[in-house]
T-cell receptor
């Protein structure tokens, strides 16, 4: 399978803990995106990389969130000091034409 | 900035009936348009996209959408739906190959 891969698929964590998600994009795609989707809503943009450069961050990305894409390959999204409001599906996508999405990581903060 | 409106939160339809899911967008620049389908607890699957050229685009599973610039619409249609088409459908817009802006989605419910 050469699609976008996300790990883990599900994560349950206690409030205040740190979590990290990984995304492996389609290998030849240089653009990588993170989105967040809450129940009953469409995905909302969080941040975007072209190769290793983080080119745009949404205002949704508070200072507790950080994303990296070392060497322009896989990407990680870390949430520090998780809050219940962080519970959502975190989706990764890669380009170029139209975004191809991974299966997402569902985060539940208890 | 771009925005997308999907007026219908839910569309119930009987199997083998035609369906139209509405999508209107707003943008001050030229845009690319997309339709995605999402099954429960899954990521989004790209159904079809309009980038340029013919305003009528088709998917491999019988869906089609028509870009109408004057009405700023990109409605999704299928002439005959199946039970397996039951899912959430999202319309999205982007200005260039940048971030996608999504609508709130339309739940298509196909019953026998």
């Amino acid at each position: 399978d050469t699609g976008v891969s996300q790990d883990p698929r599900h994560k349950i964590t206690k409030r205040g803990q740190n979590v990290t998600f990984r995304c492996d994009p389609i290998s030849e795609h240089n653009r990588l995106y993170w989105y967040r989707q809450t129940l009953g809503q469409g995905p909302e943009f969080l941040t975007y990389f072209q190769n290793e450069a983080q080119l745009e961050k949404s205002r949704l990305l508070s200072d507790r969130f950080s994303a990296e894409r070392p060497k322009g390959s896989f990407s990680t999204l870390e949430i520090q000091r998780t809050e219940q409001g962080d519970s959502a599906m975190y989706l990764c996508a890669s380009s170029p034409e139209g975004a191809f999405f991974g299966q997402g990581t569902r985060l539940t903060v208890v | 900035a771009q925005s997308v409106t999907q007026l219908d939160s839910q569309v119930p339809v009987f199997e083998e009936a035609p369906v139209e899911l509405r999508c209107n967008y707003s943008s001050s620049v030229s845009v690319y348009l997309f339709w995605y389908v999402q099954y429960p607890n899954q990521g989004l699957q790209l159904l079809l996209k309009y980038l340029s050229g013919s305003t009528l685009v088709e998917s491999i599973n019988g869906f089609e959408a028509e870009f109408n610039k004057s009405q700023t619409s990109f409605h999704l249609r299928k002439p005959s739906v199946h039970i397996s088409d039951t899912a959430e459908y999202f319309c999205a817009v982007s200005a260039g190959f940048q971030k996608l802006v999504f609508g709130t989605g339309t739940r298509l419910l196909v019953s026998p």
